[in-house]
């Protein structure tokens, strides 16, 4: 937890960021996404410490014990924190929801489905919620369902996501659409990307890869490595793991991951892996085995930003600071 000395003043660089800080009890306009095996409660409590809004996150292989094991991290934040969940893997494990419900989170996210229906849910229970969008009329769904925070989520960014649109074209579309909360999603790692989204108007930042590899991530120490070592042009949207893993996300959804062998031999050959269930198998346990020539590392195009171990509290107050500066520097 960083010092007095050290602590951001209240973000008040833009109205709406201001606003939200304020309405949010935050300094600063940042939530951590909630990225599956990377965003755990050491992560949200650093992030809420540091004077953003931290959140955990359930990906693929979260479930109901896994969340119970991270929520543990969270007591310091008094409730001060949220947590994401995967729409067909909280379905399949239906207890997640329910212990998620009972930790009394301030925010909390069902992502990449249809049905919006557990707003309701969570709204009953006191509990605000969170939508990441994709296109205008997400965004309008998501506010007619009560969503009381969208994010805009463009192509740049890590992990599964749609490729519909670039962010900040998608976020002038959904700011035009919705009266609730905007946070900017995809590509954000830098001061000037920073204050590029909030001068366009959005809320606040959802920020991932640019904590994926900070000092309290889950995230293994090759793959912290590899996030250090590349660039944004490392990068390539994918369906291959999901379809050799036997992973039920929508095709809508393709992951941004780093490049690597898998990728570079399966690339153009997508639709193939599907009716080649040996090749499926094959990569499947090299993936398994945590083979670091297979294995994918969620990224998105502002990792090039990545380029040292640092504490969460450190990387969202200097990124806040530095982009606070380009918004109120005077103008020639």
């Known amino acids: 937890m960083p010092s007095p000395a050290q602590t951001p003043e209240r973000f008040t660089a833009t109205a709406a960021a201001a606003t939200f800080a304020e309405q949010w009890d ?14 755990g409660g050491r992560l949200a409590a650093a992030v809420t410490a540091g004077g953003g809004f931290g959140m955990i996150g359930m990906g693929s292989a979260g479930s109901a014990m896994a969340l119970r094991r991270e929520l543990r991290f969270t007591a310091a934040t008094e ?16 207890e997640m929801f329910e212990v998620a419900l009972a930790a009394a989170p301030a925010l909390l996210t069902v992502g990449f489905g249809t049905d919006l229906t557990w707003a309701r849910r969570a709204a009953s229970a006191g509990i605000r919620t969170a939508a990441q969008v994709y296109t205008r009329d997400d965004a309008r769904r998501a506010e007619d369902s009560g969503i009381d925070i969208v994010v805009a989520r463009g192509a740049e960014g ?23 909360p905007v946070l900017a999603a995809g590509g954000i790692g830098t001061p000037a990307s920073m204050a590029a989204v909030l001068a366009a108007g959005a809320s606040g930042v959802w920020l991932g890869t640019r904590l994926a590899a900070s000092a309290e991530s889950l995230l293994p120490e090759a793959a912290r490595r590899a996030l250090i070592a590349a660039t944004g042009a490392d990068t390539v949207a994918t369906t ?30 997508a639709a193939y892996l599907r009716t080649d269930p040996e090749s499926r198998t094959r990569i499947a346990d090299r993936v398994r085995a945590g083979d670091p020539t297979a294995v994918p590392v969620d990224a998105g195009q502002g990792v090039g930003a990545v380029t040292a171990v640092e504490p969460a509290a450190q990387i969202i107050g200097d990124l806040s600071r530095a982009a606070a500066q380009l918004l109120t520097r005077p103008q020639p």
């Open 79 to 94: 409730g001060r924190f949220g947590i994401g969940m995967v729409d067909w893997v909280a379905a399949a494990d239906p």
């Open 26 to 39: 935050v300094r600063l306009p940042v939530v951590n996404a909630p990225m599956g095996g990377v965003a």
């Open 158 to 180: 890590g992990g599964h996501g749609s490729t519909a649109m670039a962010m900040l074209p998608l976020l002038d579309a959904v700011l035009d659409a919705v009266s609730v």
């Open 240 to 269: 291959i793991f999901d379809t050799a893993l036997e992973l039920p996300w929508p095709e809508r959804f393709p992951s941004r991951v780093l490049r690597n062998e898998v990728t570079r031999d399966w690339s153009d050959r």
